[in-house]
């Protein structure tokens, strides 16, 4: 069974750090590429970042880029996220979920809030 | 960057009508890169077609996509109280991935 499991999300200031992690199972991981998607309270979707199988390329929205970073530990079938200088406006639940057919999400996890406030 | 404009914002139908949504990309895209996912109040999206018409594993048929270039459906067939939910299209190009804006299914 394929499970995708968040966690790490919380309450941050502005400006602070957070790491958010996504445990998997049921799947070769180290097979698959992996996305970051998030969603604003009561908003659409938007993805977030890409990292490839072997870490070896990683992508970012232009919203992140060189705030957040991606990251994966294959031995531990883990996906990170690691958010520098966070803003009110990355306030989402955040989303893992595996590279499908090499352009697609699937499947994705249930998802981790994240909440940027003073 | 690959805009995608759905409509429309809101469908409302009864059980058993059909239903189309519409997902209009701001330049042409390839249908292999075109999905669309279908997300319920409180839970993660789902896949339910991708390659524009491939239903995902365990997608009923009453689901189905189409389209090609810049315009391209979704079609529920026989709507079912179950699927009262929002619908995304979403597109991959140039190491970007962009969803649409949604729209709410209501039965």
């Known amino acids: 069974q394929l499970q995708v499991v968040e966690s790490g999300g919380g309450v941050v200031q502005p400006g602070r750090s957070l790491t958010l992690s996504c445990a998997t199972s049921?799947?070769?991981?180290?097979?698959?590429?992996m996305h970051w998607v998030r969603q604003a309270p009561g908003k659409g979707l938007e993805w977030v970042s890409i990292?490839?199988?072997?870490?070896?390329?990683?992508y970012y929205a232009d919203s992140v880029k060189g705030r957040f970073t991606i990251s994966r530990d294959n031995s531990k079938n883990t996906l990170y996220l690691q958010m520098n200088s966070l803003r009110v406006e990355d306030t989402a639940v955040y989303y893992c979920?595996?590279?499908?057919?090499?352009?697609?999400?699937?499947?994705w996890g249930q998802g981790t809030l994240v909440t940027v406030s003073s | 960057e690959i805009v995608l404009t759905q409509s429309p914002g809101t469908l409302s139908l009864s059980p058993g009508e059909r239903a189309t949504l519409s997902c209009r990309a701001s330049?042409?895209?390839?249908?292999?890169?075109l999905a669309w996912y279908q997300q319920k109040p409180g839970q993660a999206p789902r896949l339910l077609i991708y390659?524009?018409?491939t239903r995902a594993t365990g997608i009923p048929d009453r689901f189905s996509g189409s389209g090609s270039g810049t315009d391209f459906t979704l079609t529920i067939s026989r709507l079912e109280p179950e699927d009262s939910a929002v619908y995304y299209c979403?597109?991959?190009?140039?190491?970007?991935?962009?969803f649409g804006q949604g729209t709410k299914v209501e039965i």
């Open positions: 049921g799947f070769t991981f180290s097979s698959y590429g």
């Open positions: 979920a595996r590279s499908y057919e090499g352009n697609f999400f699937d499947p």
């Open positions: 330049q042409s895209v390839s249908s292999t890169y």
């Open positions: 979403q597109q991959y190009g140039n190491f970007k991935w962009t």
């Open positions: 990292i490839w199988y072997d870490g070896t390329s990683k």
């Open positions: 390659g524009a018409s």
